[in-house]
């Protein structure tokens, strides 16, 4: 008997692939440029299971069109923004993420940004790299100490949680604000008023999923709010900040620093980052260790082996 054929979008870690290839004829992802429309239902003809990431865009006009073998789209992400859920219910396809298993690996990268933006660590950089360094001198490229700040987490999931940790260890006092207090706060003080949480961020990070509510949430009145010089981190969803008002308030220095590795219509970015020397920008690194990508990709084929079985998958969100 033929097995079930799994389309994947793009390459996976090499222990996903194996494993892939041993149970299912695997049709293999590419990573050069992007899938348009045609090129994706293409990529998926006659296959039972669609494996994606976020750089694909699956839309209510795709997900129509896809071939009626296609029993569920499987996200390698825990956000699936990217994913219209209404339309692939009404299609009756499955859709499944990969939340958990980056909680660490995303944290860890909030926190070097953090540390990147407050310590000015690509200035230096790059004052190195041009031969530009004049030698220890006490007034040299004075960044921020985080030691006894106060940081404001915009989200507090999983990954804030996490990032609350670390932040705490590096002694900085957390707040937070959800729409209600978090199950797991990390003994960070709820804020139920946003602008309050505004007003107290020395360190303002994003933590929150990309939905019509928060698109653009971190705009120019918001950002107003935050003390004079705060520091901005953002490894969510580009989409959440108004990338103009951000880029606005890093000119004028209402916002110090910004640390970022998400951007509004990756894999472009606005052009006005690139020549700010306050800000440090990462490609979507979040998740990006083997160890972190292998279990995502291990994650996303266990969503495919329950559905492909007739089971209920373990990370389900349509
Ligand atoms: C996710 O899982 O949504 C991340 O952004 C991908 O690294």
């Not at 996976?12 to 290839?21: F, G």
């Not at 670390?166 to 003080?189: E, F, I, W």
Request: proline share 6%; net charge neutral; with cysteine.
């Amino acid at each position: 008997m033929s097995k079930p054929l799994i389309a994947v979008t793009r390459r996976l870690p090499p222990a996903c692939e194996q494993r892939l290839a041993n149970h299912y004829e695997a049709r293999p992802g590419r990573d050069e440029g992007s899938f348009s429309r045609e090129q994706l239902l293409a990529h998926g003809a006659g296959a039972d299971g669609l494996i994606v990431t976020p750089a694909e865009v699956c839309d209510a006009g795709l997900i129509n069109a896809l071939p009626r073998s296609i029993k569920l789209i499987s996200t390698v992400s825990v956000g699936y923004e990217h994913i219209d859920l209404d339309a692939a219910r009404q299609r009756g396809l499955r859709v499944t993420n990969t939340p958990d298993v980056l909680t660490d690996a995303t944290a860890d990268i909030a926190l070097l940004l953090l540390l990147g933006a407050s310590r000015r660590a690509t200035e230096g950089d790059r004052i190195l790299r041009e031969g530009r360094w004049p030698g220890l001198r006490p007034t040299f490229l004075l960044g921020n100490q985080i030691t006894g700040k106060r940081l404001g987490i915009l989200g507090m999931g999983r990954i804030g949680a996490a990032f609350a940790r670390r932040a705490q260890a590096c002694g900085m006092q957390v707040l937070y604000h959800n729409r209600k207090p978090a199950a797991d706060s990390a003994g960070a003080t709820y804020c139920g008023s946003l602008e309050y949480l505004l007003a107290q961020s020395d360190v303002l990070s994003l933590h929150a999923p990309l939905t019509p509510e928060t698109k653009n949430i971190l705009n120019a009145a918001r950002l107003a709010l935050l003390p004079q010089g705060a520091i901005v981190i953002n490894t969510a969803r580009g989409g959440l900040v108004d990338d103009d008002a951000l880029i606005a308030a890093l000119k004028s220095g209402q916002v110090g620093s910004a640390g970022l590795d998400v951007f509004a219509g990756e894999p472009q970015l606005h052009p006005g980052y690139l020549t700010l020397p306050n800000v440090m920008l990462l490609p979507h690194l979040g998740s990006a260790t083997l160890e972190t990508r292998t279990a995502m990709g291990m994650l996303a084929i266990d969503n495919v082996d329950a559905v492909i079985g007739g089971r209920e998958p373990p990370h389900p969100v349509a």
